[in-house]
């Protein structure tokens, strides 16, 4: 089932096809959550998000953690430059947005999958950080932030499906009474398919063979994620990779960006609004 509403800039979120409703956002079990819809003006594509969940019952503990998947080559400047001007005040930022919504989170880590272009860059092409529990360790965050560099790629597709991959098997928080399990994908280029003989020695055996065994995996009730706490958020171009999640993947929203253009259309703003949303 797909739910429509009216945030510019997003393509549809596709909701499993055994409910009639959306996974729970934070609400008691049980209850019924809807997306708004308005009409879609005349030659625009159809636009969509996450519904907007009620704040969760009192006295339960909330955990949320989130990986976010950048894209550190050349052309990305852009977007690192914000993400790093703003990695220090992270959490009050993510709290403001929360708190505005009618949400609240006992516990929040945030960890980073940096990606290039594995035939490019071999073993620089993935860096993983650890999870940084915030607000304690936001400056440990930041430093990692700082650290990157916007640079290598090779060609325009870069290696994105393969951090998902390494996100998805995070060492997500088994605290709390409710969890959300939140990737968030930052890239302006179309994404490699996967092929198993360029995965670097230390990553092998935790990214799949192709894209369908991805799917597998984001997928399977069993995995790694919870069907009722996964949530993947795409800055990317509507290319391939991308266009391929968004079209058959649940829980996920789309803001299609600028091929090449480094995100420069994507304000800070709108990516802590889509965190919110996604809580």
């Known amino acids: 089932m797909t739910n429509t509403a009216s945030n510019p800039g997003e393509t549809p979120v596709r909701e499993p096809a055994a409910s009639s409703t959306p996974p729970e956002h934070g609400s008691a079990p049980g209850a019924a959550e809807a997306a708004s819809t308005s009409a879609v003006d005349a030659g625009e594509p159809e ?43 992270f959490y009050s930022d993510v709290q403001e947005n929360l708190t505005a919504k009618g ?23 993935l860096a993983e950080s650890p999870f940084y529990e915030l607000p304690g360790q936001q400056a440990d965050f930041s430093v990692f932030v700082n650290d990157l560099a916007a640079e290598g790629g090779g060609d325009a597709p870069e290696s994105g499906l393969e951090a998902v991959a390494l996100a998805m098997t995070s060492p997500w928080t088994t605290r ?11 890239t302006d280029q179309p994404a490699h398919p996967l092929d198993a003989s360029l995965v670097p020695p230390a990553f092998a055996g935790r990214i799949p063979a192709d894209f369908s065994a991805l799917t597998d995996v984001w997928e399977d009730p069993q995995g790694p994620l919870a069907s009722s706490s996964k949530r993947l958020i795409l800055f990317a171009p509507d290319s391939p990779g991308w266009s391929d999640i ?34």
């Open 47 to 89: 636009q969509t998000s996450l519904a907007a969940p009620p704040p969760a019952p009192r006295g339960l503990q909330y955990a949320v953690d989130i990986v976010f998947c950048v894209d550190v080559t050349g052309s990305m400047t852009p977007i690192l430059d914000q993400v790093k001007a703003n990695a220090l005040r």
């Open 103 to 125: 949400k609240n989170i006992d516990e929040l880590r945030v960890r980073v999958v940096a990606f290039r272009d594995i035939a490019a860059d071999g073993d620089a092409a």
């Open 246 to 279: 968004s079209g058959v993947w649940e829980n996920v929203v789309h803001h299609p960006s600028q091929a090449g253009g480094g995100l420069s259309d994507i304000d800070y703003g709108t990516i802590i609004d889509s965190i919110g949303n996604s809580v």
């Open 176 to 186: 709390g009474d409710r969890r959300r399990q939140v990737i968030v994908v930052w």
